[in-house]
């Protein structure tokens, strides 16, 4: 009986199973934790996309298996990659299950949009129409200085970025597929560009300094 056998027949495999370990190796007692954890992957991605199910629209139960089968095939490609940085914290089937989690809800957001066109250079209108006069003037006001430091003080990747995260809403996985980036780009592109709104924003009166003392603005 091989260690994974044999752990199976007595507790929980995913609490007493040396799941690194055997991974890190070669040989049957590997490939049957691959097959036990591809299997973990497939139940949380199935979870997860059942969640989301209404995100995809009328879709059957054909496409709701592939999105699961591909998020699971490539969650467990992340998690191997990543092995080495299991520190055992928490059980690795929860570690484990973060991994299909998040790519299943990745797929799914990119299902969704698949068909979605982005648009990327585009500026409209930041005030709510459906305030009082005062409150629209305001607002129109502010709307008009955040368009101007958009266009003056971004770069063109900046403004892309913003326009799409910040007013479109579309899901940053998304955006970094269609842009052949990745995350952690958008996230340092948009607090960069946030930083320069702001910036201008006090530079025009249209934000207050922030007072040291109070550490409000």
């Known amino acids: 009986m091989s260690a994974v056998d044999a ?26 934790a ?36 591909q998020s699971a095939d490539e969650a467990l490609m992340a998690l191997l990659g990543k092995l080495a940085t299991f520190e055992g914290r928490s059980q690795f089937s929860t570690w484990a299950y973060k991994f299909a989690v998040l790519q299943a809800a990745s797929n799914v957001r990119k299902f969704a949009w698949r068909d979605r066109e982005v648009h990327l250079d585009r500026l409209e209108s ?4 459906g305030a009082a006069p005062e409150q629209y003037a305001e607002a129109a006001d502010l709307a008009a200085a955040v368009r101007e430091a958009i266009r003056t003080e971004l770069s063109p990747h900046q403004r892309r970025i ?3 995260l910040a007013v479109d809403d ?4 998304v955006l970094a597929d269609r842009l052949g ?4 780009a958008l996230y340092k592109a948009l607090h960069d560009a946030r930083q320069k709104l702001r910036a201008h924003l006090r530079r025009t009166g249209h934000l207050a300094d922030i007072d040291p003392q109070r550490g409000t603005s």
């Open 162 to 164: 913003l326009i799409a």
């Open 7 to 32: 752990d199976a027949a007595g507790t929980t495999v995913q609490g007493t199973l040396d799941w690194v370990g055997i991974l890190s190796g070669v040989g049957p007692d590997r490939d049957e």
């Open 170 to 173: 579309v899901p940053i996985d």
């Open 126 to 129: 930041l005030a709510d129409r």
């Open 34 to 69: 691959l097959r036990l954890l591809h299997g973990m992957l497939l139940r949380a991605a199935r979870c997860q996309v059942m969640r989301m199910r209404p995100v995809l629209g009328p879709v059957g139960m054909a496409v709701v298996d592939e999105i699961v089968n």
């Open 181 to 184: 980036t990745n995350r952690n």
